[in-house]
Every structure is written in C-alpha cells, then in structure tokens.
C-alpha cells in the first residue's frame, strides 16, 4: 500500500539466525503495529508502537522483539529464527477507521 | 472466545450476481469497530469497508456493502454484482474502544467468483 514500505519482500533463514524486518511509513501517523500471518488464517498482532519510542505486546510476541526509534520506522527483530516463526509479517499504520498495511514479508525459517 | 468468527471457508459466486459473506463477532463494549478487507492472491491487504457501533446506517463503498446488526453480533459483507477481480480472500476484524490499538481478525472466507 501507498505510504507502507517493508523490507525485505522474501527472506530465507536458517534455525538460530537472526534478522530484522524494517517497516517505514510516511503518512505521519502515530500508531504502527506488527501482524503475522499464518497459511489459511488471519492476521495476528506481534508488537505494536502507540507512538514514537513506545512499544507494547499483542497476542503473539513470543520470539521477536521491536524498536520504534523515531515516527518514521518501525523495525521487528528475530534474535534466534525457528521454523514456527515461517509466515508472511504484516506492518500496519493507524488512521481513525483503518489500518494500512504494508505489502509483506514472506519469511521462511529452514 | 473467538472474538471473529467467520463461518464460511469458501464460497462460490457467478459473476454479475450478489454474494453475503457472513462475520459474527463478540464483544462486551459498548463501542467497537468493525472493519472488511480483501485479500487477494498477490497478498497484499486492501481496506474495503468500516462501520462504526454507533453508526445509525450501514456503511456501503461502491459495490460493498455492510449489513449491521447489533442485536444479532453480526456484520455481513455484501458484494453485488460480482466480477472475476473480487476473487480472494475477505477478512473480517474487530476494534473495541477500551483496546483501540489492535484489530482482531476472523479466519477469513475464500470466495470464488466464475464467469
């Protein structure tokens, strides 16, 4: 979507390597959130950051950690991939009726 | 408790006809938020549809509709005029006001539309 930018679009890992998922937007909104997305279900919520330098927990955080460094970004972080970590992440920004979602990023943990 | 519920894993639909894709949701506030996105093979995520619980009427976009009914939990997508690009997956979620940071989401509907 316009205004939701992630990187990488694919990542391969190996168990116990580590990597982040950046996600930036420039559509000047406080709240930004991290979803997973697991084969045949929906969306579930990771982290996410009411506003700059704030982050707390949703229902899945087992495993990731996150930064909200300034407004722009908003980064998810795996210390030590495991296999049940493979899904596609989701960033997302608030405005009052919707969420924007960025396009994705498929990770797949070997 | 599943807070989204939706109950129909696929559903098939001839296009130019109309399709109801059904969402029940559950929740004990007052205020909430119930929202529809596609999502189609390419993955990305498309806002479709909001409507609010205090919302007097149902929300319509174009083709979209939403029909609300509170007493019954449930917010039914309705599509008319079906045409083979609304082939996807359609997401149904929920926003409460006491937790208005996170959307939860249904399990999704697969729908099918063919010429």
């Known amino acids: 979507n316009a205004g939701v930018t992630q990187t990488p679009k694919f990542q391969v890992l190996k168990t116990g390597q580590s990597m982040t998922l950046q996600c930036a937007q420039d559509?000047?909104?406080?709240?930004m959130y991290w979803y997973r997305q697991d084969p045949g279900m929906g969306l579930r919520l990771i982290y996410y950051?009411?506003?700059?330098?704030?982050?707390d927990k949703g229902e899945v955080p087992n495993g990731y950690n996150v930064s909200r460094l300034n407004k722009r970004e908003f980064s998810l972080r795996l210390e030590s991939a495991a296999p049940s970590q493979t899904s596609v992440y989701f960033c997302?920004?608030?405005?009052?009726?919707?969420?924007?979602f960025g396009p994705g990023t498929r990770l797949t943990v070997l | 408790a599943q807070k989204i519920t939706q109950t129909q894993p696929g559903m098939f639909v001839q296009e130019k006809e109309a399709v109801t894709l059904d969402c029940t949701y559950d929740?004990?506030?007052?205020?909430?938020?119930l929202f529809w996105y596609k999502q189609p093979s390419s993955g990305e995520m498309i806002f479709l549809i909001y409507?609010?619980?205090?919302?007097?009427q149902n929300a319509t976009e174009g083709r979209y509709s939403l029909n609300f009914q509170k007493a019954r939990k449930s917010a039914n997508l309705v599509i008319s005029a079906s045409q083979l690009g609304d082939s996807a997956m359609y997401f149904c979620?929920?926003?409460?006001?006491?937790?208005?940071?996170?959307?939860?989401f249904g399990t999704g509907t697969r729908l099918q539309v063919f010429p």
């Open positions: 997302a920004i608030d405005s009052k009726h919707e969420q924007f």
């Open positions: 559509m000047n909104h406080n709240s």
């Open positions: 950051s009411a506003s700059e330098g704030t982050t």
């Open positions: 929740t004990s506030d007052p205020s909430y938020g």
């Open positions: 409507q609010g619980s205090y919302d007097q």
């Open positions: 979620a929920m926003r409460e006001a006491y937790n208005t940071d996170k959307l939860i």
